[in-house]
């Protein structure tokens, strides 16, 4: 029996109460499909900083890349905590560490609507909103490059330097086609495809998503390395749209996506926007990923650390559970990962609301609810 080894890290606010639940439906799903389960938790948080100055330092990643994945809940600090912490310390120290170091390249975001979900998009339903998002994890303005100069001072000057090479763009993409191949087959196409894309024999459709008419050197490399590796791929339709269109139709027409690729930037605010149209935070998972296998991948629920909401047994694990069974997935359990995402869609039509304290349930009975219905 395959045994995975996972490190917990349920961080701060309602993070430990909904990476209990994703554990819970884990272990329910080990159990069932035959695999073994073995968790070690790690305090990284705002709390832990609080408490120890101890962020995340090499002897940590030293342990952590001992196992096969990592599990987050959220990190993050408020009120009298977050006064005593300088803005972005929690996040580039631990968060933006363990992606760089461990090179997670790959932001994975399914933007999935989930039976009885209300999605504030009118007209939409499970069938035309299931895309996923592929976002460049480690390049572009959140490499940290440029600085400031003269600074408090009228001719301040400040900079941020959007790079990227070729490397980094290639192993995007290409996980993106591979991915995109891998979701449809000729039999079940793509069902945004036209009837001449699927007389051509095209099965897939992959959006890249950039600024080529003003961002012209960073997106002319995304585009010209896009076109290229498309031959490689007859059966992938690789389409380009400007990021402001990306958000309009990601509103006004979801169903024309498949799978979207982009930088890291873009990424970033698609994603959150993705989130809403498919009903909220607590229902939106995502993987930092490895595929590579040279570091350990990460998953987490995209919801904060709702510190109003901490200890009151009242938010929505749902998120939580889905990257769960996004993690189990990629680890090779593919049949349990489908159990559980069939499991949270025989659920969220339960739930009165998505909303915290607000579905009928509290977060430990969603949590049962997913786990008997595997």
């Not at 400040?158 to 993409?173: G, H, I, K, P, T």
């Not at 809403?276 to 350990?296: E, H, I, M, R, Y």
Request: with cysteine.
């Amino acid at each position: 029996m395959k045994t995975y080894n996972i490190a917990v890290i349920p961080g701060d606010g309602t993070g430990p109460e909904v990476i209990g639940e994703g554990l819970k439906v884990l272990k329910a799903a080990a159990k069932k499909f035959k695999f073994g389960l073995k968790t070690k938790v790690f305090p990284f948080g705002g709390k832990h900083y609080l408490e120890t100055g101890k962020l995340v330092d090499e002897a940590d990643e030293a342990e952590l890349r001992k196992f096969d994945a990592i599990y987050l809940g959220a990190i993050g600090l408020s009120g009298a905590g977050a006064k005593n912490v300088a803005p972005g310390i929690l996040e580039k120290n631990i968060l933006l560490k363990l992606r760089f170091d461990f090179d997670q390249y790959i932001n994975l975001r399914p933007v999935k609507l989930y039976p009885g979900v209300a999605s504030p998009i009118a007209g939409v339903s499970p069938e035309t909103m299931d895309y996923v998002v592929v976002r460049e994890n480690t390049g572009g303005v959140y490499t940290g490059m440029g600085g400031i100069m003269m600074k408090d001072t009228p001719n301040e000057i400040a900079s941020q330097e959007w790079v990227y090479n070729r490397f980094q763009v290639d192993r995007c993409l290409r996980y993106a086609f591979e991915l995109a191949k891998k979701r449809h087959t000729k039999k079940a196409p793509f069902r945004g495809l036209s009837a001449e894309a699927k007389a051509a024999g095209k099965t897939a459709r992959l959006t890249l998503c950039g600024k080529t008419n003003v961002l012209t050197n960073v997106f002319g490399l995304w585009e010209r390395a896009a076109k290229e590796m498309a031959k490689e791929y007859p059966t992938v339709e690789l389409a380009y749209r400007h990021v402001d269109a990306i958000c309009l139709l990601m509103v006004q027409d979801p169903g024309q996506f498949d799978v979207i690729v982009t930088d890291n930037m873009f990424g970033d605010i698609i994603t959150d926007l993705g989130a809403a149209c498919q009903g909220g935070l607590g229902v939106a998972a995502g993987g930092n990923l490895n595929p590579d296998k040279s570091g350990v991948s990460m998953y987490e629920p995209i919801g904060g650390t709702a510190p109003d909401w901490t200890g009151k047994n009242g938010i929505n694990p749902i998120a939580a559970i889905g990257a769960a069974a996004l993690m189990i997935g990629n680890l090779g359990e593919t049949k349990a990962a489908a159990a559980i995402e069939a499991a949270i869609a025989k659920t969220t039509p339960r739930m009165k609301t998505q909303l915290a304290g607000q579905m009928g349930w509290t977060t430990t009975q969603v949590g049962d609810l997913v786990a008997k219905s595997l």
